[in-house]
C-alpha cells in the first residue's frame, strides 16, 4: 500500500486548512492512522492519530482543541482538520499507517506517505 498526503498550502496565521491522506487501496480500514511533522531542524513529531475503527483519537498538546483528525474509509482517506494555525505549526505533515500501539509513536507505524508542506505566516 502506498499513502499520499495532501492539501498543505500557504495560509496565514489564524487559517485553515484541511490535509487528506489517501491510501491506494481498501485494507487502509483496519489501519490506525497518524499524522506527524517535522519543522526545519527539529525532529518529526506526533501530531494526532485516529483507531482504526474511527472512534479513538489522540493529539499533541500543541493541537489540542485547533485540530481534528478524521477518517472516512470509504473513501480510504484520513483527514486533518487544522483550525487557528499558527507560525509554529510550519512544518512538513507526514501521514503513517500501523498497527500497533500507542498512537503517538513513530515506531508503531509501518507505511509511511511522502509529506506535504504547511507554511503559516504571521
Known amino acids: 500500500v502506498q499513502l499520499q498526503a495532501s492539501g498543505g498550502g500557504l495560509v496565514q496565521a489564524g487559517d485553515s486548512l484541511r490535509l487528506s491522506c489517501t491510501a491506494s487501496r481498501g485494507t487502509f480500514s483496519t489501519y490506525n492512522v497518524g499524522w506527524f511533522r517535522q519543522a526545519p531542524g527539529k525532529e518529526r513529531e506526533f501530531v494526532a492519530g485516529?483507531?482504526?475503527?474511527?472512534?479513538?483519537?489522540h493529539y499533541a498538546d500543541a493541537v489540542k482543541d485547533r485540530f481534528t483528525i478524521s477518517r472516512d474509509n470509504a473513501k480510504i482517506t484520513v483527514y486533518l482538520r487544522m483550525n487557528s494555525l499558527k507560525p509554529e505549526d510550519t512544518a512538513v505533515y507526514y501521514c503513517?499507517?500501523?498497527?500497533?500501539?500507542?498512537?503517538?509513536?513513530?515506531?508503531?507505524?509501518?507505511?509511511w506517505g511522502p509529506g506535504t508542506h504547511v507554511t503559516v505566516s504571521s
Open positions: 485516529i483507531h482504526w475503527n474511527g472512534v479513538s483519537t
Open positions: 503513517a499507517q500501523g498497527r500497533r500501539f500507542p498512537l503517538t509513536s513513530m515506531t508503531n507505524y509501518d507505511v
